[in-house]
Each structure stands twice: as C-alpha cells, then as structure tokens.
C-alpha cells in the first residue's frame, strides 16, 4: 500500500496560480499510475488529471484541460498539479490517488489516497 500526503493548497483569487504536491512513500512509486481528483461541497468526487509510470502520457478532464498540469519526480517519489487560470468553481478538496489503473478516471480504479488540502478560489 502506498501513503499519499498533499500539500500546497490554499486560498486564491481568481486568475491565480497553485502548485499541489503529492508525496508517496510505502510500494513502489515510479511504477504506479497516478491521479488527481476533487470533490467540491455537495458533489461527488471528480477526476481532474492523471499520470502514468514514467510520466509520458497524461490525461486530463475537460473543464481543466489547457490549465492545468500534472506531473511526476520519480527521484522524489511526488506528484505534482500545476494549476493556473484559476476559477472559482475549481474551490474543492483536492486528492491525490495511487495504484491506478492506466489513465483511469473512476476513483474506484486507484487504490490509494491521500487525506486531501483545500483550495479556494475567490471571485
């Protein structure tokens, strides 16, 4: 089982920038498949970006596709989410996700996860 910690959330305005990190410790990280997903309040959880081993393809929801970037260091066993262009209906909690199936976008394909960080985007 791999452990998912997050960080970098916070509040910004609209038009802004955030970088999420995901650290992994535990099973081997440069041969997972790797996710990000968000649920904001009263909504289910939502794919956003995924990643495979060796970071050579992506993929990406629609709604952030052209401004956000997901990313990988091996060397550091972290996950990254470049997020810019920020809009307020991007505010939600944030999850990093491990042990996925290639590109998946269920959350039932990945089996681990962090705790989450918020982030909010003020208008």
């Known amino acids: 089982q791999m452990q998912l910690v997050e960080s970098g959330g916070g509040l910004v305005q609209a038009g802004g920038s955030l970088r999420l990190s995901c650290a992994a410790s535990?099973?081997?990280?440069?041969?997972?498949?790797m996710g990000w997903f968000r649920q904001a309040p009263g909504k289910e959880r939502e794919f956003v970006a995924a990643i495979i081993w060796g970071g050579d393809r992506t993929s990406y929801a629609e709604s952030v596709k052209g401004r956000f970037t997901i990313s990988r260091d091996d060397a550091k066993n972290t996950v990254y989410l470049q997020m810019n262009s920020l809009k307020p209906e991007d505010t939600a909690v944030y999850y990093c996700?491990?042990?996925?199936?290639?590109?998946?976008?269920?959350?039932?394909?990945?089996?681990?996860w962090g705790q989450g960080t918020q982030v909010t985007v003020s208008s």
């Open positions: 996700a491990g042990s996925g199936i290639y590109l998946a976008h269920r959350s039932s394909d990945y089996n681990d």
């Open positions: 535990g099973r081997t990280f440069s041969s997972s498949a």
